[in-house]
Nanobody, 124 residues
Framework: QVQLVESGGGLVHAGGSLRLSCVAS????????MGWFRQAPGKEREFVAA????????YYADSVKGRFTISRDYDKNTVYLQMNSLKPEDTAVYYC?????????????????WGQGTQVTVSS
């Protein structure tokens, strides 16, 4: 059974940085796309970034492009989201997700597995 476990959230001042981690287990992820989504209070879940496990193709939401970087470590079966220049509007619960697809996808319903989420709070 696939499991995704996020960590690395916390409280940070505007302009600061955080690195989220997502440890994946229960399958061979070479044919998966991995994504990060977020959901702020009272708002719908939104796509943040995605990466193909094999090949490393990436895609970012316009709101985070140039500030966030998604990457993966084969040996550790871990996906990272490096978040720099954080803004108060980045405050949300961040979720890691895995999709059994070769294509990078921004659509939440394409993802088959989700983590429990980690809270990121950016103070002004």
């Amino acid at each position: 059974q696939v499991q995704l476990v996020e960590s690395g959230g916390g409280l940070v001042h505007a302009g600061g940085s955080l690195r989220l981690s997502c440890v994946a287990s229960g399958d061979t992820f070479s044919s998966y796309a991995m994504g990060w989504f977020r959901q702020a209070p009272g708002k719908e879940r939104e796509f943040v970034a995605a990466i193909r496990w094999t090949g490393g193709s990436t895609y970012y939401a316009d709101s985070v492009k140039g500030r966030f970087t998604i990457s993966r470590d084969y040996d550790k079966n871990t996906v990272y989201l490096q978040m720099n220049s954080l803004k108060p509007e980045d405050t949300a619960v961040y979720y890691c997700a895995a999709a059994r697809t070769f294509a990078v996808t921004t659509i939440g319903s394409d993802y088959n597995y989700w983590g429990q989420g980690t809270q990121v709070t950016v103070s002004s």
